[in-house]
């Protein structure tokens, strides 16, 4: 039960912080005039938001590796044949979420906040750039998230958790 609670927190997290990012923060932004100052407010909500997207998806992943190794343990020869084809699809989305997730925050995040505090050089329009790619990721990973729970959804009706 509490892996179960654990891993709806880390969907809540990954996801709710995600919509709040694209959907809140992000066009919040628009509202301040000064380019440089924009950019710096993202680069520090940055420095806040990406260690928490990541603890969201790495949470949501590891507590379903846990409820899949007890799925194995219980479905026995069974567990290939009842989940592999559904199991297949979901780590492809796994590996293209976490991918993207480090490219976003450990590429793309770090390098914005580093230009916008002018300890690495890029002009305004370099760093908006970096900001829509950001952005873009960030979309990306919501509709891989939401495929990655429709499946997992499948998963458990799949094995007759539902």
Not at 101 to 114: E, I
Request: glycine content about 10%; overall charge positive.
């Amino acid at each position: 039960m509490m892996m179960t609670l654990l891993h709806l927190f880390g969907i809540i997290v990954s996801l709710g912080g995600g919509l709040c990012f694209l959907l809140v923060f992000y066009p919040a932004l628009k509202a301040l005039d000064d380019p440089a100052h924009r950019m710096k407010v993202l680069g520090n909500a940055l420095r806040f938001y990406h260690p928490l997207f990541l603890f969201g998806i790495c949470l949501t992943f590891m507590t379903g590796a846990i409820h899949l190794t007890d799925l194995k343990i219980s479905l026995g020869s069974l567990y290939y044949d009842k989940i592999g084809r559904i199991l297949i699809w979901k780590f492809a989305v796994t590996l293209l979420i976490f991918l993207i997730a480090g490219m976003q925050c450990f590429g793309q995040g770090l390098k914005l906040g580093r230009m916008a505090y002018g300890v690495i050089p890029g002009d305004l329009a370099t760093q908006e750039r970096y900001a829509r790619k950001i952005w873009r990721s960030q979309a990306i990973n919501l509709v891989l998230l939401a495929i990655a729970l429709w499946l997992g959804y499948a998963l458990t009706k799949a094995v007759g958790h539902v």
